[in-house]
């Protein structure tokens, strides 16, 4: 199947209150412009100077999406054009994005990544840590920036089973911290979800996935 016809039959699947984030890293710019085409406006991927080289070569309305773990030193590259950044992972890093986003008058909406797999390899905050951030009061300073939600990955797994129990633990942080409401803070996207587990994902409370095999094939 082509891109298209991929992207398409996605589409198709995704219930409206969910957002479909077209995973690109690796791929060339060929295959997102084909993506483009069939209509596709938000690409996400995990390098900076690789999402740089894209940004630079295609359609200015494109929502550019960081879904790589980010280095405070490497912010700088991204923030004139990122949308969202998925794995926002301390108050150190909120603090960077901040600070170069309001050089650029920009606000930058940001995920907070949480750890819900087994592995030790994820990235992401626990529970404490994430309540930790939410409730800090130099949180409140930045005003260059926005909470707008959380993001997770699952274990690598077969297990549906263990997949199903990690997203509904991500989804109840979630929910128990909807309430909040800052000038800066407030929870409404959950990213979860990537080829393999996204219908599981959406079944779970997901609002955004994020596709790229399924899309682009394999990498
Ligand atoms: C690569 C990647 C994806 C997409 O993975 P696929 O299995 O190709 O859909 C989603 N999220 C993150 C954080 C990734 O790094």
Redesign the pocket.
């Known amino acids: 199947m082509s891109i298209k016809e991929n992207l398409l039959h996605i589409q198709s699947q995704l219930p409206s209150h969910v957002t479909l984030v077209a995973?690109s890293?690796t791929k060339p710019v060929a295959d997102l412009m084909e993506a483009y085409n069939a209509g596709q406006r938000i690409f996400?991927e995990?390098k900076i100077q690789e999402m740089t080289e894209k940004w630079q070569q295609m359609p200015k309305d494109i929502e550019w999406h960081m879904?790589?773990h980010v280095q405070s030193n490497k912010v700088k590259y991204m923030i004139p054009y990122v949308k969202l950044i998925?794995g926002v992972d301390s108050l150190k890093l909120l603090k960077e994005i901040n600070r170069l986003a309001a050089k650029w008058r920009k606000k930058v909406d940001c995920l907070l990544q949480i750890h819900i797999a087994e592995e030790d390899t994820k990235f992401g905050l626990d529970e404490m840590e994430l309540e930790e951030i939410l409730n800090s009061d130099e949180l409140k300073t930045f005003q260059n920036i926005r909470i707008v939600g959380l993001m997770g990955?699952a274990t690598f797994t077969d297990d549906n089973e263990q997949i199903k129990r990690e997203f509904l633990h991500l989804k109840s942080i979630f929910d128990k911290n909807k309430q909040l409401e800052t000038l800066n803070l407030k929870l409404e996207t959950l990213s979860m979800g990537?080829?393999?587990d996204y219908q599981l994902a959406i079944e779970c409370g997901s609002t955004m996935v994020?596709?790229?095999?399924?899309i682009f094939g394999g990498?």
């Not at 994020?210 to 399924?214: F, L």
Request: aromatic share 0%.
């Open positions: 995973v890293k996400g995990n879904i790589g998925h990955m990537m080829s393999g994020r596709i790229g095999s399924s990498r």
